[in-house]
């Protein structure tokens, strides 16, 4: 059974930089970097968002309000995802989720403010 964890959110201010983590427990010998993995996030009021994605074996890919500030990887050793957030901007306000093969995380709040 796959266990996901979030972590690293917090307060950031605007041009910052913040990085978020995601813990996962997964069955047997299992590899993350065989899974499709995932950050989403969701703002008050709107609708949940993906916005990072990786591939298993495969490709990453960015929706366009990211896509140049952030980076999302993978620790095969530590079963975990990372998601690398520069440039920060108050748009990025939001709970962020962290998925690993369908399996979703609690969130973890990013503020971007003065």
């Known amino acids: 059974q796959v266990q996901v964890r979030e972590s690293g959110g917090g307060l950031v201010l605007p041009g910052g930089s913040l990085r978020l983590s995601c813990e996962c427990t997964?069955?047997?010998?299992?590899?993350?970097?065989?899974?499709?993995v995932g950050w989403y996030r969701q703002a008050p009021g709107k609708q949940r968002e993906m916005f990072a994605t990786?591939?298993?074996?495969?490709?990453?890919a960015y929706a366009e309000s990211v896509k140049g500030r952030f980076t999302i990887t993978t620790d095969n050793g530590k079963n975990a995802v990372y998601l690398q957030m520069d440039a920060a901007n108050e748009d990025d306000t939001a709970v962020y989720f962290c998925?690993?093969?369908?399996?979703w995380g609690q969130g973890t709040q990013v503020t971007a403010s003065a």
């Open positions: 998925t690993v093969d369908g399996t």
């Open positions: 997964l069955p047997g010998s299992t590899s993350i970097y065989g899974l499709g």
């Open positions: 990786k591939a298993g074996w495969g490709d990453v």
